[in-house]
């Protein structure tokens, strides 16, 4: 039973995911479903219908590049933050918490980079 503790971390990421997976395929079945039962009955299906079913697959756009890497940067300040509270109690908790704020810090500002680069190009065009 002990041993569950240091593996419930990678256990609840498996779970996540495979709910996640389980969610998915079950809205998908209901649209098809529905879309079956349309058909039988003989109703037409009009573009929109199909644009409707499109639309469950995201389109990458340039702002959710800048939107992501907001999101990711503020992540990173957040665990530099952190570290700087932290380092009123323990001193040492300071510099290695800046480092690892500045990983994620980093890639959002890499993801903030290429949507406004994105951005750009699609007003340029």
Excluded at 58 to 72: A, E, H, Q, S
Excluded at 77 to 93: H, M, N, P, Q, T
Aim: glycine share 10%; net charge positive.
């Amino acid at each position: 039973m002990e041993i569950l503790i240091p593996l419930a971390p990678f256990i609840m990421v498996i779970a996540i995911v495979v709910v996640s997976k389980i969610y998915k395929n079950k809205e998908q079945t209901e649209i098809h479903k529905t879309l079956r039962m349309a058909i039988e009955k003989g109703q037409n299906l009009s573009k929109e219908d199909f644009d409707i079913l499109r639309n469950n697959v995201k389109v990458k756009t340039p702002m959710n590049d800048i939107r992501n890497g907001l999101i990711t940067m503020f992540v990173g300040i957040g665990i530099g933050v952190f570290g700087y509270f932290l380092s009123f109690k323990e001193s040492d908790a300071l510099y290695p918490l800046i480092g690892i704020g500045a990983i994620p810090g980093f890639i959002g500002l890499a993801l903030l980079l290429i949507g406004l680069m994105g951005l750009a190009q699609k007003t340029k065009d």
